[in-house]
């Protein structure tokens, strides 16, 4: 019964490095997505895919990468880390049922530092 | 645009005590609201939700009712305990359209004390 998967827990990286962040889910779902938590801020919203090939921008997408080339992985990309992406990220499988059983399930998140 | 607001907290309670964490929102047409709960160290899990006007969701003893005239959704539960200490986040979910995006609160800290 895994669910959403998210790798790596921890990661630590340099100002100017980039790095891939995993996520894999097992539950057939179309529509994944990537938010960031950073203190009194709540989630907000980076990159979402509706589906295998399709992929679009949420509410602070500058700095990261996403694509989707199956319906279960939708990795985030860091292109050239800034200290201003510390911050814990999470990702999300929904399952978008129009008679109201929308919900939304995420991973374990994924804590990054760039120093 | 879509937005929540929730008490900010952080809240600290004894035991036993009751609880409400208010939430309210602001949205076009009629969103879908949840609560969903973050546990020390833990991913977010849903604790409930409602998909419209007066429908109550609840589990784990915590209800909140979709409140449309005063658009709110307020987190209660009658009686708290130790291991209810985490984050609580409210969130709404606009309905229709290809992109299920929500749009959540700041989060309210909650500590029980034994």
């Known amino acids: 019964n895994a669910g959403v998967t998210q790798t790596p827990k921890f990661q630590v990286l340099k100002t100017g490095q980039s790095m891939t962040l995993q996520c894999a889910q097992d539950m057939n779902h179309e529509y994944m997505s990537w938010y960031r938590q950073d203190p009194g801020m709540g989630l907000r919203l980076i990159h979402y895919?509706?589906?295998?090939?399709?992929?679009d921008q949420g509410e602070v997408p500058n700095g990261y990468n996403v694509s989707r080339s199956t319906t279960e992985d939708f990795p985030l990309r860091l292109l050239s880390a800034a200290p201003s992406q510390t911050s814990v990220y999470f990702c999300?499988?929904?399952?978008?049922?129009?008679?109201?059983?929308?919900?939304?399930?995420f991973g374990q998140g994924t804590r990054l530092t760039v120093v | 645009g879509n937005s929540v607001t929730q008490m900010e907290g952080p809240v600290t309670l004894s035991e036993e005590a009751f609880l409400t964490i208010n939430c309210t929102y602001t949205a076009t047409g009629y969103p879908s609201l949840f609560w969903y709960v973050q546990y020390p160290g833990e991913g977010l899990q849903l604790l409930l939700k409602?998909?419209?006007?007066?429908d109550k969701g609840s589990n784990k003893g915590f209800e909140a009712t979709y409140r449309k005239e005063t658009t709110s959704f307020h987190l209660e539960k009658g009686s708290v305990q130790v291991s209810d200490s985490a984050v609580y986040f409210c969130?709404?979910?606009?309905?229709?359209?290809?992109?299920?995006?929500?749009?959540f609160g700041k989060g309210t800290l909650l500590t029980v004390n034994p």
């Open positions: 895919s509706v589906g295998a090939g399709i992929t």
């Open positions: 999300a499988s929904t399952n978008t049922d129009p008679t109201g059983g929308t919900e939304a399930f």
């Open positions: 969130a709404l979910m606009r309905s229709g359209g290809s992109n299920y995006k929500l749009t």
């Open positions: 409602a998909t419209k006007a007066d």
